[in-house]
C-alpha cells in the first residue's frame, strides 16, 4: 500500500471520528432506534440462531438496542472480546449484568468464550465502521481485528456494517487485507451489496 493510501486512510478517519465528536446525543439515540428497526424487520435475521455484533461505546451508532431485541427474541448473540494480540475471541450476551468494564472504554461478556473461529458458525455478522462506499468497501479504525475475524465466517454468513448516514460514500481507499461487508446499515436504511451472501430469505 502506498504512503498516499495511508496519508487518505488516516485523513477520513480523524475527520469521521472529529464529526461523530460533535453530534448531538440525541441524534445517535435516534441513530440507534432507526438501525434496531431495520435490521429486526428483516426475517430471516431476527430469526437467525446465533448473530454477533459489536457493543458499541462512545460515539459510535448505537447498537445496544438491537443487541437486546435480538437477545430478548432468543437469537444467541456472540459479542467480540479484544485479545491481546489483536484478534477477536467472542462470548455470549446474557443480559447487560453480563458485561464488564475492558479497555478503551469497551464492555466485553464475561461468560465462556468461543474462540476466535466462533464466526464459522454465525448466521451475520453486524460490524463497526468509519465509512463504507458504495461497493462495500469498509474503513475501520486501522487494527485489522475485524478483517481478521471476518476473514474467519462461514460462507453464507453475511458481514453487515453500521454507520452513520453520510458515512455511507462514494469510495473509501482500500488495500488488499481490507475485507469489503455484504451490506452497510445506517439511520436512512439498508444497502445491500451483490456479493451472493445476502440471504434469500425475505
Given at each position: 500500500?502506498?504512503e498516499?493510501t495511508?496519508?487518505?486512510k488516516r485523513r477520513?478517519?480523524?475527520?469521521?471520528?472529529?464529526a461523530?465528536?460533535?453530534m448531538?446525543?440525541?441524534e445517535?439515540?435516534?441513530?440507534g432506534?432507526?438501525?434496531?428497526?431495520?435490521?429486526?424487520?428483516?426475517?430471516w435475521?431476527?430469526?437467525?440462531g446465533t448473530?454477533?455484533?459489536y457493543?458499541?461505546?462512545?460515539t459510535?451508532?448505537d447498537?445496544?438496542?438491537?443487541?437486546a431485541a435480538l437477545?430478548?427474541?432468543g437469537?444467541?448473540?456472540?459479542?467480540?472480546v479484544?485479545l491481546?494480540?489483536?484478534?477477536?475471541?467472542w462470548?455470549?450476551?446474557?443480559?447487560?449484568?453480563?458485561?464488564?468494564?475492558?479497555?478503551?472504554?469497551?464492555?466485553?461478556?464475561?461468560?465462556?468464550r468461543?474462540?476466535?473461529?466462533a464466526?464459522?458458525t454465525?448466521?451475520?455478522?453486524?460490524?463497526p465502521?468509519?465509512a463504507v462506499?458504495r461497493?462495500?468497501g469498509?474503513?475501520?479504525?486501522?487494527?485489522?481485528?475485524?478483517?481478521?475475524?471476518?476473514a474467519?465466517?462461514?460462507?453464507?454468513?453475511?458481514a453487515i456494517a453500521?454507520?452513520y448516514?453520510?458515512?455511507f460514500v462514494?469510495?473509501?481507499?482500500?488495500?488488499e487485507?481490507?475485507l469489503?461487508v455484504?451490506?452497510?446499515?445506517?439511520?436512512?436504511?439498508?444497502?445491500?451489496?451483490?456479493s451472493?451472501?445476502?440471504?434469500d430469505?425475505?
Amino acid at each position: 500500500m502506498s504512503e498516499t493510501t495511508r496519508s487518505e486512510k488516516r485523513r477520513i478517519r480523524r475527520d469521521v471520528l472529529a464529526a461523530r465528536r460533535t453530534m448531538d446525543p440525541g441524534e445517535r439515540e435516534r441513530a440507534g432506534s432507526a438501525v434496531r428497526d431495520t435490521l429486526t424487520a428483516l426475517p430471516w435475521l431476527a430469526m437467525s440462531g446465533t448473530v454477533a455484533c459489536y457493543y458499541s461505546v462512545g460515539t459510535e451508532p448505537d447498537t445496544r438496542k438491537l443487541v437486546a431485541a435480538l437477545w430478548k427474541r432468543g437469537t444467541y448473540v456472540l459479542l467480540p472480546v479484544f485479545l491481546p494480540d489483536g484478534n477477536l475471541d467472542w462470548a455470549a450476551y446474557d443480559g447487560p449484568q453480563s458485561l464488564e468494564p475492558a479497555g478503551h472504554g469497551l464492555l466485553e461478556p464475561t461468560g465462556r468464550r468461543y474462540g476466535v473461529g466462533a464466526l464459522a458458525t454465525a448466521d451475520a455478522v453486524v460490524c463497526p465502521a468509519l465509512a463504507v462506499d458504495r461497493s462495500g468497501g469498509r474503513l475501520g479504525r486501522g487494527a485489522g481485528c475485524y478483517d481478521r475475524a471476518l476473514a474467519l465466517r462461514g460462507p453464507n454468513c453475511p458481514a453487515i456494517a453500521v454507520v452513520y448516514d453520510d458515512e455511507f460514500v462514494d469510495a473509501v481507499p482500500g488495500e488488499e487485507h481490507d475485507l469489503r461487508v455484504d451490506a452497510v446499515v445506517t439511520p436512512g436504511g439498508l444497502h445491500v451489496f451483490g456479493s451472493g451472501v445476502w440471504p434469500d430469505r425475505g
